[in-house]
């Protein structure tokens, strides 16, 4: 019977299919002692968890109950009550109790009853435990989506990446040199095997040293021998299945307990810190009232200094107090606060009980202890505040009549004296008219003093009333202060009589001063604006300008007579002013009050203004002519521009439809274009003899030239963009030639393409954009939709300016229609030379191609990175893609 028979359609989705090499292996005996020690060693290492243990695997479970106590152990779950009965039937119902549990578990029995197991069919229950095992030790293997075997494969595969020496593949061959079981330990439990001296040519000592140290340290039971393994060609799969999947579920085991563990240390962690803070917010709070406690009493003491520099220091002590001591314990509270609203947060997150703190140290204890220290500075500071003003008042009262007795003191120094002289005997009448303005500003502020001695006065009176220490000093200096006040008044006004006797005398001769005054001022500053203008530099650029400035001088010229009667008049009342001086004897003390001018000064800038005039005449006539060579100059430059220029427009249109234009093949159009630029190269002279002209132009200082439109700096950027244009087109003109040679256009087919092209390029400017060239393809044919067209758009403009020229267009249309290699064509030619294989050897390179170009390959081949490599292999697909880009393949 085939062990397969055993299971369900529906159970062998997480069971590995076995081919038929396997199952021919049925009836092999090294199998079969394989399986009965794996599978014995497995059930051991359950049964003796319940003390006890099976000797022979076909005979202890006949009875059924070691099976039963099996399943139990293994499922954590109670089995119905076990017949004890020596019987045949108790037996077969005790195994039939525990098939009935292997099925409830989803695995279903086929040809496998009780009777055989009772009857000690050794394959059959090999088979059965084998369904146990996998059902209970391999199915709920998961690793990454995976499960059972491939699940406990992809668990091996992890696990044994690191060591390059070990690759698991199976459950068979791929264990027979032992490094795997010794990988699996050291990746765990790196410091029981000594990994780096493991030879892959000795699997005796790997196996051994692998299955003693789990046995030892890791509590798997020896499961296998080492000859078991290596003395087989093909060691037995489920027997390495059993046992791999013990190595899995004891790392399994370790990696749950370190989670617990690690569970238990922040669970202790979050604990301790909990408790920390707790203590933290207890002596926080028992200092911070400490120090409320001790502050309070030193803020509610209110004895009272008798100095002011007592006062202060109070005040400075407690400003100290606010700005030193104080702002720390406000950062304490606010932090008090934050650690106690923290720890109920973390309290509540964890599920614990809220703290509850001492007595008397709750948030709320801590406030109302904090206001009544606020209380307390309150009051303390309204105080020192209020003893401060008190002691402030008498020295500020003392200090306001020492400020303003001395004010006035300085302010009446020398005022007796200065009332006294007699400085208006000797002034003239403006000076009297100022010395009266002065004494009634004097007068005014007189009167305006009159409130500080009174306020001085009331001062001296409250300082008295308040026991002023030095009220007898006070009453002295208030008392010079109003005898003196009384002295200045009676002076005031005898000054003031005095002065006003003066004015009269002196006003008849004041009004001839205003007189002259009023006429020699304007005539002063008409000479001095005539002056400056007849020396003024004048800067004109045409001749419209000079005459304009010489029409100006001409008609100045022509009120000369009447300026010079206007000095005679101004002159004339200079001399009445003397004369009636001279008759009445007035003592005149100065100047005219009224200007600075003089006659003396009018004569000499009269005279300088007559000697200006001809020599402005001589200066306006030299620019006149400066002015007529410059207009020459202007006229002979726009002679020349007005034709160059129009002649270089003309040709850069005509290069324009020569380009356009399709007259003759391409080497006629060739000739036809190297012709006429050397006719434009002849042209130089003319544009060397106009950069002469505007040399002279720029000497002569001349920027503007109303004769012409175009600067010299247009005709330069015309001529190079003329050159630049015939360059280009006649290197158009050979690019395509170069291209109808080297793709094996006709004549025809290039003209065909210069038709399309001209026809699309709608705006005859020698460049199509996106739509129009969109447009010529679906006109040629092509059957285009929006990704192909972005494809052929990416060809003919790489740079995405969205135009396509002739020269891009030509070379499409030359790819699309010519016959050339490609990159398959020439990775399918190496793959020839390499003899099929996906790499090539240097020395192949060199025995079939060129010696030359054999280095070159050698050396832009990059290294062959396949699998079936070999030492010096190079990837010539690489280097195919890269010679034609990816967007040929």
Partial sequence: MNIMDLYDDDDIDYMQQEDDWDRDMLLDPAWEKQQRKTFTAWCNSHLRKAGTQIENIEEDFRDGLKLMLLLEVISGERLAKPERGKMRVHKISNVNKALDFIASKGVKLISIGAEEIVDGNAKMTLGMIWTIILRFAIQDISVEETSAKEGLLLWCQRKTAPYKNVNIQNFHISWKDGLGFCALIH????????????????????????????????????????????????????????????????????????????????????????????????????????????????????????????????????????????????QEKCQLEINFNTLQTKLRLSNRPAFMPSEGKMVSDINNAWGNLEGAEKGYEE?????????????????????????????????????????????????????????????????????????????????????????????????????????????????????????????????????????????NNWMEGAMEDLQDTFIVHTIEEIQGLSTAHEQFKATLPEADKERQAILGIHNEIAKIVQTYHVNMAGSNPYTSINPQEVNAKWEKVRQLVPQRDQALIEEHARQQNNERLRRQFANQANVIGPWIQNKMEEIGRISIEMHGTLEDQLTHLRQYEKSIINYKPKIDQLEGDHQLIQEALIFDNKHTNYTMEHIRVGWEQLLTTIARTINEIENQILTRDAKGITQEQLNEFRASFNHFDRKRTGIMDAEDFKTCLISMGYNLGENEFSRIMSIVDPNRMGMVTFQAFLDFMSRETADTDTADQVMTSFKVLAGDKNYILADELRRELPPDQAEYCIARMAPYSGPDGVPGALDYMSFSTALYGESDL
């Avoid at 000093?473 to 005898?494: E, F, H, M, P, Y």
């Fill in 187 to 330: 990746r765990h439990r790196p410091e029981l095997i000594d990994y780096g001296k493991l030879r892959k040519d000795d699997p005796m000592t790997n196996l051994n040293t692998a299955f003693d140290v789990a046995e030892k340290y890791l509590d798997i039971p020896k499961m296998l021998d080492a000859e078991d393994i290596v003395g087989t060609a093909r060691p037995d799969e489920k027997a390495i299945m059993t046992y791999v999947s013990s190595f899995y579920h004891a790392f399994s085991g370790a990696q749950k307990a370190e989670t617990a563990a690690n569970r238990i240390c922040k669970v202790l962690a979050v604990n301790q810190e909990n408790e920390q803070l707790m203590e933290d917010y207890e002596k926080l709070a028992s200092d911070l009232l400490e120090w409320i406690r001790r502050t309070i009493p030193w803020l509610e003491n209110r004895l009272p200094e008798n100095t002011m520099q007592a006062m202060q220091q109070k005040l400075e002590d407690f400003r100290d107090y606010r700005r030193l001591h104080k702002p720390p314990k406000v």
């Fill in 383 to 523: 105080w020192l505040l209020n003893e401060i003003r008190r002691l402030e008042r008498l020295d500020h009262l003392a200090e306001k009549f020492r400020q303003k007795a001395a004010i006035h003191e300085a302010w009446t120094d020398g005022k007796e004296d200065m009332l006294q002289q007699r400085d208006y005997e000797t002034a003239s009448l403006s000076e009297i008219k100022a010395l009266l303005k002065k004494h009634e500003a004097f007068e005014s502020d007189l009167a305006a003093h009159q409130d500080r001695v009174e306020q001085i006065a009331a001062i001296a009176q409250e300082l008295n009333e308040l026991d002023y220490y030095d009220s007898p000093s006070v009453n002295a200096r208030c008392q010079q202060i109003c005898d003196q006040w009384d002295a200045l008044g009676a002076l005031t006004q005898k000054r003031s009589e005095a002065l006003q006797r003066t004015e009269k005398l002196l006003e008849t001769i004041d009004q001839l001063y205003l007189e002259f005054a009023k006429r020699a001022a304007p005539f």
